[in-house]
């Protein structure tokens, strides 16, 4: 069966701090694809990054950055810099051979001023 | 800048009523999803389609849910009779499916539907 295990529900920041959002995963296939996808308040969900299984490079993209650990099946999420606009809800999910996206319970990151 | 749409975006409704709610994939996409989002359960896959054919909707109540895809623009999720535990916000997604696995999904605005 496919998990994801997103055990932080809710993370609470200042501006400017660095915040790290966790997210591990289950699954018996080989091949498969990891994804974070963000909820603002306004309720859409916005497709960040996709990361297949056989390339753990990490990858920077601005002030984001993700850590994808095969070993320790995980796929981890970093903020730098948190800015208020980063407040949301990150949503990690899995696609695995059957190609639906497996969720994780989400985690709510509220960044203060 | 190529967006999913959805229709209503709100919808309020009472216990026993009909709801349709319809979505318009990005243009040139083979694969829409259908996804409802509670707090209790989280995101859960409805329906499934790719090139207009149901694939998997083992999701989805089969006594009162049905989604179709008329034709290529157009999906469409109904619930009838509705009831309260349907209230929840409910999200089209669709993407191209070259290969089903790296294929990104991309999220439409979602439908907030309260049943009352």
């Known amino acids: 069966a496919q998990k994801v295990t997103q055990a932080q529900t809710e993370i609470s920041v200042v501006e400017k701090e660095d915040v790290t959002l966790d997210c591990v995963y289950e699954?018996?296939?080989?091949?498969?694809?990891l994804f974070w996808y963000k909820q603002p308040p306004s309720g859409e969900l916005v497709f960040l990054i996709r990361?297949?299984?056989?390339?753990?490079q990490n990858e920077i993209s601005g002030r984001y950055s993700w850590n994808f650990q095969k070993s320790t099946s995980s796929f981890n999420f970093t903020i730098t810099a948190s800015q208020v606009v980063d407040s949301a809800v990150y949503f990690c999910?899995?696609?695995?051979?059957?190609?639906?996206?497996?969720f994780g319970g989400g985690t709510r990151l509220m960044v203060k001023p | 800048d190529a967006r999913v749409t959805q229709t209503p975006r709100h919808k309020v409704t009472e216990m026993g009523q009909e709801v349709t709610m319809r979505c318009q994939p990005i243009?040139?996409?083979?694969?829409v999803f259908w996804y409802r989002q509670t707090m209790m359960q989280g995101l859960e896959l409805l329906a499934y389609?790719?090139?207009?054919?149901?694939?998997?909707d083992s999701g989805m109540p089969k006594d009162r849910f049905s989604a179709e895809m008329p034709d290529a623009t157009l999906a469409t999720l109904k619930i009838q009779p509705s009831e309260p535990r349907d209230s929840a916000v409910y999200f089209c997604?669709?993407?191209?499916?070259?290969?089903?696995?790296?294929?990104?999904?991309?999220f439409g605005p979602g439908t907030r539907l309260l049943v009352l």
């Open positions: 999910a899995l696609k695995h051979a059957g190609n639906m996206l497996t």
């Open positions: 243009l040139g996409h083979n694969t």
């Open positions: 699954t018996r296939d080989t091949t498969y694809y």
């Open positions: 997604a669709s993407g191209l499916s070259r290969d089903p696995r790296q294929e990104t999904q991309y």
């Open positions: 389609f790719r090139n207009r054919a149901p694939l998997d």
């Open positions: 990361r297949n299984s056989f390339d753990e």
